[in-house]
């Protein structure tokens, strides 16, 4: 499979590095709105294209990992390069899939590829384990949990207000909500119940900070709805003390079963990540393999990670995954 990359921040790079690990994969090329030859791969002699010579390369690549922006990068690019690859995306703006699905859905009908959204971590991976969960335990209730980690793309939100030269932010859980869930109580919680945000932002000199702190507490989607902390520190102390990228969270499904709901039983699915970009990269290189393969079946449109047969994902033979994982 011949992977085209487009973006090459964090998420880009750590697309890179896992198709590394990869055999069935090869790198054609990463693709910026840059100046290309401002671009130093971490691979040797990898071609780095404008964004522009895509629409030339379409036979040249099989699938296209799109390692933009979620907040208005992926709305305006994912469709036009659903148009012309078979795509793969982390778009992560949970209350806007559906209407991204849709868009997503009709460029690829028409140009006949498979585009499979949001498949990082959450969205993605947490994804399948509620849906797992909800089927087998209908009657209960599923949480969420993220954090304590940074968000990427609440980060990026951040960056793009304006005055801010620099951001991170963190997803922390509320721990009395975890514990509750975990005793069985089936509390109904906020989002803002469950979590709280904490932002260390970078402003550039002379910007209007109490102006920029209050367009990141009332931002819709990202903001609005949770505690939100915003700490205004120098370009140094985020270097040197935000430059990381960990994050993690917890899925758990607290559900019931017998003729009187008599037994209780806790699903818990966990992740712990050192990198996230890099984590979130190795689960779009897996639903990459899948988009190849179904559109080589002749499956086109969009697709979400429900969707998508496990088996897919992997480059083992059906007889080795039977005899190993079943």
């Known amino acids: 499979m011949k992977i085209g990359i487009l973006g090459y921040g964090n998420l880009g790079k750590g697309v890179e ?25 971490i691979t040797k ?91 087998i335990l209908p009657e209960g209730n599923t949480y969420t949990f993220w954090g304590k980690g940074i968000s990427q793309g609440h980060s990026n939100a951040i960056r793009r207000i304006k005055g801010v030269k620099d951001a991170t932010q963190y997803t922390i859980p509320m721990e009395n909500a975890i514990e509750a869930v975990r005793r069985g ?38 903001f609005s709805e949770y505690k939100t902390e915003v700490h205004f520190i120098t370009e140094e102390e985020l270097k040197e003390n935000h430059s990381k990228l960990p994050h993690g969270g917890l899925v758990i499904r607290y559900g019931k079963t017998g003729f009187d709901g008599q037994n ?27 988009a190849y393969r179904l559109n080589r079946e002749g499956v086109s449109g969009a697709k979400t990670v429900i969707d998508i047969a496990p088996a897919y994902l992997s480059n083992k033979s059906g007889e080795q995954l039977r005899r190993e994982l079943i």
């Open 17 to 41: 590095q896992a198709i590394r690990y990869n055999k069935d994969m090869e790198l054609a090329g990463v693709f910026t709105r840059r100046d290309p030859s401002t671009i130093a791969t």
């Open 185 to 222: 109580d089936m509390p109904v919680l906020t989002a803002g119940e469950k979590h709280r945000r904490e932002c260390f932002v970078v402003a550039e000199e002379g910007a209007d900070k109490t102006w920029i702190e209050n367009e990141i507490k009332t931002m819709p989607d990202y």
């Open 45 to 135: 002699n990898i071609p780095v294209y404008h964004i522009d010579s895509a629409k030339n390369m379409t036979n040249q690549i099989d699938v296209m990992i799109l390692c933009v922006g979620s907040m208005s990068d992926m709305p305006e690019l994912g469709p036009v390069f659903a148009s012309m690859f078979n795509t793969v995306d982390g778009y992560d703006n949970h209350a806007q899939i559906p209407g991204y699905f849709d868009t997503m859905n009709k460029s690829a009908l028409e140009s006949g590829k498979v585009s499979i959204i949001s498949s990082g971590w959450d969205p993605g991976m947490f994804s399948i384990n509620r849906m797992y969960a909800d089927a």
């Open 264 to 290: 209780n039983h806790r699903i818990e699915y966990k992740l712990s990540l050192n990198s996230n970009p890099e984590f979130t990269a190795n689960v779009l290189v897996a639903f990459a393999r899948a």
